[in-house]
């Protein structure tokens, strides 16, 4: 069974979880706080997200390990879909869409444990299981 990924406004999700999840250019700075895309001892980035980063620095110019490192994961994902819509090298993009994807679930799965969930408008329309979700 497929899961769709919905990425609402970040003003929404800031306001929902109170702060603690990041604003759409403060994905990475978070992962990285959080060892979630680098080894906790040597800061070194994970082999699986070693692609990943190599095509962030290529097309922005930006360390994705980096303590600046605003990165628009928006605009960042439309370059991915552009470059799986237009090249014959559509696996590996499509391999870093999911990295990409991989790492916001990681870090909303993470940052939801720290504050209690109220029920309201925005709970009903996102219902979120991270332990369902296959990537």
């Known amino acids: ?20 999840f990041p604003s759409y250019n403060d994905f990475f700075s978070k992962a990285r706080t959080l060892n979630l895309i680098n080894d ?16 962030i620095l290529k097309l922005m110019k930006i360390d994705i390990l980096s303590k600046k490192s605003e990165i ?20 590996l993009y499509q ?3 999911k990295r990409l994807l991989e790492i916001i679930i990681l870090l909303f799965e993470k ?9 309201g408008d925005y709970n009903n329309f996102v219902l979120v299981k ?5 990537i």
Do not use: C, P
Not at 111 to 119: C, I, M, N
């Open 1 to 20: 069974m497929s899961k769709t990924v919905f990425i609402l406004g970040a003003g929404a999700s800031i306001s929902h979880s109170k702060g603690n």
């Open 72 to 91: 628009d994961i928006e605009r960042l994902m439309t370059f991915i879909d552009i470059e799986i819509e237009n090249t014959d090298n559509r696996e």
């Open 95 to 97: 391999i870093y869409k």
């Open 130 to 134: 991270f332990q369902k979700w296959t």
């Open 111 to 119: 940052l939801s444990k720290h504050f209690k969930v109220k029920r």
């Open 40 to 55: 906790k001892n040597s800061g070194e980035v994970l082999k699986k997200y070693e692609g990943l980063r190599e095509y």
